[in-house]
């Protein structure tokens, strides 16, 4: 199984990125899909969730209304659009699929696999 995330970079306070998650070796629609970031000196935290459908999402109250998660099964691929992007947002976020989560609220410890991370830093 591999996750391989792409698209962080550095981008000024106020600015958008796009991250993808591309997924192989499992059946994608069997997993709720998520993102986390851990910035410098601090714990992995969760960011957001997408249910195996596609049609239900969840965002922790720091990027909610700002940031949007959605999926293509077809493509096997996983997205966080990211706007109006703050320095506090800087981290390296993680892709991670879940195959038996019941809420959309991910457990770190329960995420079946992760990708490698792509890192972006928000300058301000």
């Known amino acids: 199984v591999q996750l391989q995330a792409s698209g962080g970079g550095v981008v000024q306070a106020g600015g958008s990125l796009r991250l993808s998650c591309a997924a192989s070796g499992l059946t994608f629609r069997n997993y709720v899909m998520g993102w986390f970031r851990q910035a410098p000196g601090k714990e992995r935290e969760f960011v957001a969730a997408v249910n195996r459908g596609g049609g239900s999402t969840f965002y922790s109250d720091s990027v909610k209304g700002r940031f949007a998660i959605s999926r293509n099964n077809v493509e096997n691929t996983v997205y966080l659009q990211m706007h109006g992007l703050e320095p506090e947002d800087t981290a390296v976020y993680y892709c991670?699929?879940?195959?038996?989560?019941?809420?959309?609220?991910?457990?770190?410890?329960?995420?079946?696999?992760w990708g490698q991370g792509t890192k972006v830093t928000v300058s301000s």
């Open positions: 991670a699929a879940d195959r038996s989560a019941r809420s959309l609220y991910l457990s770190e410890n329960a995420i079946n696999y």
